[in-house]
């Protein structure tokens, strides 16, 4: 028995999770079809990888899961080239995570070949013998190597001190070569058929720099393979300047820019997932209430949906359940007053710290140190102490740029303390 349950729903019609790739994750998505398919033309018809920007929140990994479920789906010999999605997506988190990211794709090449072996022999395409890869895949070094690698979302880090070098026992295994090897047997002539693999939020390198370092270093190893395509995805600028590398011209596309959905497009996506799940309740938060968070929120759908699930626990902990949409969102607003007040009453904050909370909300959310004067400070460490701040108390998120210049973003509850400071005012762009 659930809360759900009790409001007439089968799970929350508000979870923050990616949208899985099953039909019912592509009928959730909404919105996006311009993007699945400009996604889906550029894996099929470039050399050069996709890459896609987008602030945090975004649904950014929505899109791409879907897109992938939908390149599966569709795929056979008569829409050549076939598509066909690793189901692992990868991180690089650590500066000696590239030489494990490279172990882990050609791994996951290999456990594609087991999953797609049957499709890919009824489109007639040669593929190696199962008992091949599993001899590869149970080898002590191949295993060792895994034992230090995590994929699917989690990032690619070396696990334990006493691992055999990655990249040693990674030339010893062969299994880079043998999967290349199964790869130009199968697709076959090239350009005919690829593994797609995702590299999900370049972001958690830090700084531009140190994502462009990253793929500058795989430049001429996985994202030169003829098998395989990358969709490289990552927030706050640094795709965009990492793919403006040199080095990189030619092997990344232009970035797809992922922009916050519109009033109206977030309200489908609210609507599709209470259709979805709905049993015959009455949603805790329906489209009035939804675009009255939408709107202090920033637009950020997943911030916005996280807000709505615990506003529907907090109406169960009342029992009020059965009310009506207005009700609901008169309780919402009292609601919404209280918590933005819990943040903006915070004594930890001096008052530079909020008036640089305002300014940034003057300035789209955002600052850069560089630009101290701009903000009324007398340098950019002055500017630096206050923001600490406020990252302290989690109202704004730093990050160090490329110069050694910081810059900084409003965070979540930044955006709740602007809506209790501005008087309770619904931000207007």
Known sequence: MTIWTDLGFNQSPYDTKSLPPTAIGERLLVGREKHIQRLINRLASSSSHVTIEGEAGVGKTSLITIANYRM?????????PILLPIEKSFQITTQDGVKLLEAAVYRAVAEAFIRYREALQAWGYDTPKV??????MNSPIIKNISAGVSVAGVGVSAGRSESLNASTAFAESGLANMVRSWMAECFDPPGCGYFVCVLDNLELLVSSASARQALEEIRDTI?????????????????????ASPRLQGRLCHPLEVEPLSMGDAIGALEARIDEFST???P???PIGFQYLYEILKCNLRNTLQKCEDFSFWLHDEGVIGAGEMEHVALMQSWMTLLSDEYANNPNISPHGWKLLDDMVGNEGSCDFGDYELFGFSGPDEMKRCAAELEHQNLIEMSPGDTGMDSALVAPNGWLA??????YQIPRS
Do not use: Q, Y
């Not at 008992?131 to 590869?136: C, F, G, P, T």
């Not at 994202?223 to 793919?243: D, K, M, N, S, Y």
């Open 223 to 243: 994202l030169a393979e003829p098998g395989l395509r990358w969709v490289i995805c990552g927030a706050r600028g640094v795709v965009r300047t990492a793919a």
């Open 72 to 80: 599966k789906r569709n795929s056979d010999k008569a829409r050549s």
């Open 280 to 282: 015959g309740g009455a």
């Open 418 to 423: 602007r809506f209790s400071r501005s008087g």
């Open 131 to 136: 008992a091949d890869i599993n001899k590869w």
């Open 284 to 286: 805790p938060v329906g």
